[in-house]
């Protein structure tokens, strides 16, 4: 027999199975870009500013917001303790 699923247990692994498949993303787009940066200027010895740092940067920063989604930040944890927090304040 199939047990019901625990939804915020589903709702945990669904976010962590998401921040995998975008890092994977990730890599392979920022690999492909400096690919093209290397075969164009890079390998030349031209001076100039390697551009895939502002893509690495950009994506980064996202990347980073869904790591801390999936594997740092937990709704219910949050609210549980400011909920005992005010219950200290209160003398309750």
Do not use: C
């Not at 027999?1 to 994977?24: C, G, H, S, T, V």
């Amino acid at each position: 027999m199939d047990q019901p699923r625990d939804e915020k247990l589903w709702k945990i692994a669904r976010r962590r199975a998401e921040f995998r498949k975008n890092l994977y993303s990730y890599i392979l787009v920022n690999a492909f870009l400096w690919a093209i940066w290397w075969f164009t200027t890079g390998r030349l010895g031209e001076i100039g500013f390697p551009w895939p740092l502002w893509v690495m940067l950009g994506l980064g920063i996202g990347l980073a917001r869904q790591y801390f989604l999936a594997f740092k930040y937990d709704d219910d944890q949050l609210a549980e303790k400011e909920y005992e927090r005010l219950k200290r304040k209160q003398g309750l």
